[in-house]
């Protein structure tokens, strides 16, 4: 059996296995709203509402890096049989890391106060402008593939 076929069969283990987690912290949390008789999760009392979701949240997380690993493993597995996907993939890597950079010289770092009462710091802000303006190029360029893309097929018929 080949391993992508594996890693296919394990991908949707975690998917039913991520559903029925979610089910069950659903319900868990439903009912401990029930017995302290509040409208919100957020109005459980710590302690109790850490003891029911904390287990769940440990396998949450165990089930994310087993499926991140089994991801990188087929991504470097198909890389590997073909030396040209790997080129492409780091052509990739580099424009998207070019754009990144574009939007981190971009963007504003400004001490911004929220709604809290925190502060949000320069460095903070400067990030999210920066991930804004990534966001805002990335759009950019896939709307503007889709829209070429229907051209040529127009043309082309």
Do not use: C, H, Q
């Not at 949450?60 to 996907?85: E, G, R």
């Not at 981190?104 to 911004?112: H, I, Q, R, S």
Request: hydrophobic residues 55%.
């Amino acid at each position: 059996m080949k391993i992508s076929k594996i890693l296919s069969y394990v991908v949707l283990g975690v998917g039913i296995l991520g559903g029925l987690l979610w089910y069950v912290m659903s319900s868990s949390i439903s009912t401990l709203m029930a017995e302290n008789s509040v409208s919100e999760a957020r109005e459980l009392p710590l302690d109790i509402a850490e003891s029911t979701v904390t287990p769940l949240y440990s396998l949450t997380l165990v089930i994310f890096v087993v499926t991140l690993i089994a991801t990188l493993i087929a991504v470097f597995s198909t890389m590997a049989k073909n030396p040209k996907s790997l080129k492409n993939t780091a052509i990739g890597l580099i424009a998207f890391l070019i754009i990144v950079g574009l939007g981190f010289v971009l963007a504003d770092g400004v001490e911004t106060p929220m709604k809290d009462g925190e502060v949000l710091s320069a460095s903070g802000s400067k990030w999210v402008g920066a991930g804004l303006y990534t966001f805002y190029v990335l759009a950019a360029v896939a709307v503007g593939l889709m829209f070429l893309s229907g051209i040529k097929k127009l043309i082309g018929k």
